[in-house]
């Protein structure tokens, strides 16, 4: 499947759902290194053409470092319950559009500053969002989805990926630790509690 077969199938799934009142949600899930932001971006722009499209991705909203950080878990725990408050995410975007309310706050990140400030989104009814990130299929927020993506890419693709891109972190070696202490982990353990392969309604790669 490529993006416009994407798109069509959406597009499909959007035409035929009783859902008229409220924005079709689009979930697109994967492991570090899937290429989700990638696909959301080219899919959010193809989908303009038929309807107004809200692109959110979650890793804009996490917290601040000192609630994921040297908390006294073990680092995976920190990163897969710790990183995004998901009971706030839930009540503060996904419970309300399901009550037909289309303007909601949520937390935006400031990395720089390591500060979280609210701002307000505001969504027009018969729309499309599309939400992209790690963990979007935990049991918490899955039910509120209409179209649920996971992009299953082979673990050594999505290594070699992260490994090369987040040179933020440090030298390859302070990549490779981190990735083997923290995100990794918690990737295992979503995989294991959640298989959102089983969630999903639709398995791509996207690497042809």
């Known amino acids: 499947m490529n993006i416009h077969e994407l798109k069509y199938d959406i597009i499909k799934q959007f035409s035929k759902s009783s859902v008229k009142d409220r924005p079709f949600i689009v979930a697109i899930d994967g492991l570090g290194g899937a290429g ?7 899919l959010a722009k193809e989908l303009q053409s038929i309807c107004a499209v809200e692109l959110i991705h979650i890793d804009n909203h996490i917290v601040e470092s000192s609630k994921r950080y040297n908390t006294g878990h073990a680092e995976w725990y920190e990163y897969y319950y710790l990183q995004w408050d998901v009971e706030l995410i839930k009540n503060n975007m996904l419970l309300p559009l399901h009550k037909n309310k289309f303007q909601f706050r949520l937390p935006f990140y400031n990395q720089s500053a390591d500060t979280v400030n609210d701002r307000r989104i505001k969504l027009e009814t018969n729309s499309i969002l599309v939400i992209e990130g790690v963990f979007l299929l935990r049991h918490e927020w899955n039910n509120f989805y209409d179209y649920r993506l996971f992009l299953d890419i082979p673990r050594t693709v999505r290594k070699e990926r992260v490994l090369q891109r ?9 990549r490779l630790n981190k990735y083997q202490r923290r995100y990794w982990p918690a990737e295992e353990y979503y995989l294991e509690k959640e298989n959102p392969l089983a ?8 690497l042809k």
């Open 36 to 42: 989700k932001s990638t696909v959301a971006n080219k």
């Open 199 to 206: 969630a999903a309604d639709k398995i791509c790669d996207f």
């Open 166 to 174: 987040d040179s933020y972190i440090g030298d390859f070696q302070e």
